[in-house]
């Protein structure tokens, strides 16, 4: 049985500097809005993101092999890479 270690170690630096960080923050740095309240809500949407893909990635490995479903993720993170990576040169 894996572990769940590793998974929160990938989705912690996953989130780290991202957008939905970013976002949150800013949320956070309005005086006029409850710090608990943008901590509340920010991590309801995350925990309501991450059921959606536990649920869509369950009944998504039952059509597809989960070896399949790595190398298309893994094909995606690099396509998305390559892409900031070109992005960045063109600014």
Request: aromatic share 10%.
């Amino acid at each position: 049985m894996m572990t769940l270690w590793p998974i929160f170690v990938t989705v912690f630096l996953a989130e780290l500097g991202d957008k939905t960080q970013l976002a949150t923050l800013l949320f956070a740095a309005d005086r006029h809005v409850s710090k608990v309240g943008v901590f509340a809500a920010a991590s309801a949407a995350l925990v309501l993101s991450s059921l959606i893909a536990v649920l869509v990635g369950s009944q998504l490995s039952l059509y597809v092999a989960p070896r399949v479903l790595k190398l298309v993720a893994g094909v995606g993170f690099v396509a998305i890479g390559i892409w900031v990576l070109f992005d960045a040169r063109a600014s």
